[in-house]
């Protein structure tokens, strides 16, 4: 596929990375050309010097044969008017935008093909605190991702000695505990001096202490889920009420906000090292949240605030170093949970399974999102994990056996790529082009999800959940999902 991305910064770079390792054809255009230069040393792709909002300059990145437009500039002026030219000059069929504005939702009209003709709008920002606003409601995940607007959920989490499941095999799961129905697609093990290692998930796989576990269940099992490998039983549980960020900037607001909209009693503090930024933060929050001046680095600030009794301490500024050394300073001096916003990948890698319990990245976050429109087939959602190694994708079975290789079969005799593993079926999804229901029909069936075995029969218009360990086998699982006219 070729791609043209507007934008070298931060978001642009992450991006730009993922789609270059699925060999795409990757053309960046910025006005920084030194940046440029710097992205063309360290990956396989072009770079185009000068504004994307300019017919030139977009033909010079091969615009007239491009098949999607990724703007994701720092202005979003910038990326809604070279979305318009993209589209009204050069016709290219998806283009997405990235807008901080809250004046552009998706169902907008001034986002239209007679507006600024945008196909998806994408906000880190907002799929950041959207992603952490789930880290809060179940602390003891790593991760948790959505699948079907939630219906069912794929979580991360470390086992920890005494819990249900740990140091137990994979076919005992039932039988130790029968009240959560879910499936163990993938384990990553920690070795002296090595990195994480990938345990493929069999019958006879044992779960150790330390063990970071991805599960799929339905989103009512998910608590159940969490207890089996993380904590012995309820009473050792602990909800998250008293919160602390560290960094007032547009997260730190956003989160704040979020929070306080869920209707849940937090306690919640936000440190900002600019005083203007704090009447500005003191005058936007409501009242329950307390604004503070200072840094999360400050250790006698810490102190005096009670950062022993912080259930969850936040450090959400825009600076990598700051955030790992307010986050690691905070867990020494006893906050039960800590999280740091890294947007570098290499300190992210570095920070994975230290002191810092998530060492979050914000282009991480949001990389699904624009997965899904890259992902061929009919690809509902894509989230990305393992800072980019592997991948979860939602995607549907269309057809019928004789077009279908999956349609009609067992799992047990569909042939997945080695190490990836089915995970869910969700059958009784409403169709994306259904409309309203005619007066007189019966509404169609709810919804159910069905934990994949080896007995479970695809059907047509189910939505099948896998779990990929390494990203080039994804091409491996779109084609076994291709409809075809027949095949041999």
């Known amino acids: 596929m070729k791609i043209i991305i507007l934008g070298a910064g931060r978001i642009g770079e992450s991006v730009a990375g993922t789609l270059v390792s699925e060999r795409n054809d990757i053309t960046v255009i910025d006005t920084d050309a030194a940046r440029l230069h710097e992205l063309e040393e360290r990956f396989e792709l072009r770079g185009v010097v000068g504004s994307g909002i300019e017919p030139d300059v977009l033909a010079e990145a091969g615009a007239r044969d ?47 093909k007679e507006g600024f003709a945008v196909d998806c709008v994408i906000c880190p920002e907002e799929s950041l605190t959207r992603y952490i606003g789930k880290l809060v409601e179940y602390p003891e995940a790593l991760q948790v991702r959505e699948f079907a607007n939630g219906l069912a959920c794929l979580v991360s989490v470390r086992a920890v000695a005494g819990a249900p499941l740990v140091r137990h095999s994979i076919a005992e799961l039932r039988e130790c505990v029968p009240d959560a129905d879910m499936r163990i697609v993938a384990i990553y093990r920690r ?29 009512e099992h998910l ?28 997260v ?8 306080v909209e ?18 500005q933060l003191a005058s ?52 039960t949970r800590v999280l740091a916003l890294i947007n570098r990948r290499s300190y992210a890698d570095l920070m994975h399974g230290t002191q810092i319990d998530i060492a979050l990245s914000p282009a991480q976050t949001m990389l699904g999102e624009l997965l899904a429109y890259v992902r061929q087939g009919d690809v509902q959602a894509v989230h990305s994990l393992r800072r980019g190694v592997a991948e979860a994708l939602e995607i549907v079975a269309r057809g019928d056996r004789k077009t279908s290789r999956v349609i009609g079969r067992r799992i047990s005799e569909i042939q997945l790529p080695k190490g990836a593993q089915f995970g869910l079926v969700m059958r009784g999804l409403p169709d994306l082009g259904e409309g309203v229901i005619p ?36 091409r491996d699982v779109e084609k076994l999902f291709r409809v075809s006219a027949t095949f041999f």
Do not use: W
């Not at 979305?83 to 552009?104: D, E, L, M, P």
């Not at 503090?269 to 203007?276: G, I, P, S, Y």
């Open 66 to 112: 491009a098949d999607m437009l990724i703007a994701c500039a720092a202005q979003d002026e910038t990326n809604l008017v070279c979305c318009k030219v993209a589209y009204q000059v050069f016709g290219i069929r998806t283009r997405i935008a990235r807008v901080r504005s809250n004046a552009y939702k998706e169902d907008s009209p001034l986002l239209g």
């Open 262 to 279: 869920t209707g849940r009693k937090y306690q919640i503090k936000v440190l900002e090292r600019d005083h203007a930024r704090c009447v």
């Open 223 to 250: 608590q159940s889920v969490l207890s089996a490998l993380h904590r012995y039983d309820h009473a050792d549980h602990r909800d998250v009420e008293r919160i602390m960020i560290a960094g007032g900037g547009r």
């Open 252 to 259: 730190g607001l956003r989160l704040a906000r979020q929070l």
């Open 284 to 335: 936007e929050l409501p009242g329950g949240v307390l604004v503070l001046h200072g840094d999360g680095t400050d250790e006698d600030l810490l102190e005096d605030e009670g950062i022993e009794n912080i259930d969850l301490f936040l450090s959400l500024t825009s600076d990598d170093e700051d955030n790992i050394m307010a986050s690691l300073l905070a867990k020494r001096m006893g906050a």
């Open 191 to 219: 070795f002296e001096n090595e990195p994480d290692r990938f345990i493929v998930c069999e019958g006879q796989t044992l779960i150790e202490p330390g063990d970071e576990v991805f599960v799929l269940s339905a989103r």
């Open 439 to 474: 007066d007189g029909e019966a509404p169609p069936t709810p919804a159910k999800v069905i934990i994949a075995r080896g007995d479970t029969v695809i059907e047509s218009n189910d939505h099948v959940v896998i779990f990929v360990p390494r990203k080039r086998l994804v």
